[in-house]
């Protein structure tokens, strides 16, 4: 069997890194190909390092730009790929442009598509992200949902029969650098210290492409009694220098940085007291390393992780000095996101097709 992973964004080099590895460990070819969605450093290539990802097979570079000229280039570059290929399954994951671009290539080439990460569902759709999931999950072959909720969904759409339950590769991979980093000394900027700061991410368009919105973001972290660690994802360091907002606050509360690698970013979240974040990935990593969330959006494709309290949804940024530091939940959490063991089940599945 031959399978044809296609990725671009940092989410997806981490879902990527399981399923390499669980291809590895048999005698199918697994092929890799990079679109450059995410081309920074500190985005794309230190992920594969940290995470003994092996290199693309393929790059395309494609870079930055508005959703429908980024789409456009990576599906006019996949195209030659594919016909180069021409593997059983073209595995594309998640919700991003990448996601969408290597479904429609596969599509249109009559090749079979295996979605990962099937069956999330914000019901938002004025997010990109969700038409994207959601044009994936009705083009793609085979849909390998994460949990009992996005089967539900993929029933309701009629998918039912396409859908198979498969655990979540997040898992996997958070866990083994979980375990591997958590006795590790912590490396932070000055002025914070273990179990007295707050992780923060702040990058989706409905935060940082309006003004007083992304201001109102910023100042409201700066304004927290607990210090903050803020990964300044490069949409958000480009919109507050378009639109004149300072990250930088000497003496204040709020430590930017720039994003962390993967395992520093695991560390991260382990000592720190909790996440504030509008991403769905760092919601879900908080969640299953046992860190309170607070999640700047009106809804989340994890709603399993609202359970008890460990999630937080809020849009009024008044309550946010009061839900960033919130007690851990007491009651004992349970386990949505599946074993730590998807990516084998991934495999299976392609390989019983």
Known sequence: MKVLSVVGARPQFVKLAPIAEAFAATDHEHVIVHTGQ?????????????????????????????????????LSAMDAVLDEHRPDWVLVYGDTNSTLAGTLSAVKMHLPVAHLEAGLRSFNRSMPEEHNRVLTDHAADILLAP????????????????????????????????????????????????????????????????????AAIVDGLAALDTPVLLLAHPRLVARCAEFGIKLERPGGSLHTAEPLAYPQMVAAVLGSVGVVTDSGGLQKEAFLLGTPCTTLRTETEWTETIEDGWNVLTTDLSKLPELAVRPVPTAAQAAPYGDGQAAGRVVAALAAG
């Open 38 to 74: 995410h081309y920074d450093k500190n985005m794309s290539d230190v992920f594969f390092a940290d995470l003994k990802i092996p290199a693309p097979d393929v790059h395309l570079g494609v870079g930055s730009g508005s959703h429908g000229v980024q789409t456009g280039a990576m």
């Open 147 to 214: 949990t009992e909720v996005a089967m539900g969904h993929l029933a309701n759409e009629g998918l039912k029969d396409r859908s198979r339950l498969v655990g979540d590769v997040m898992t996997d991979v958070c866990f083994r650098v979980r375990d591997a980093v958590k006795d590790q000394p912590l490396e932070l900027p000055d002025g914070l210290k273990r179990g007295e700061y707050l992780v923060s991410t702040i990058h989706r368009a409905d935060n940082t492409d309006d003004p007083e919105q992304l």
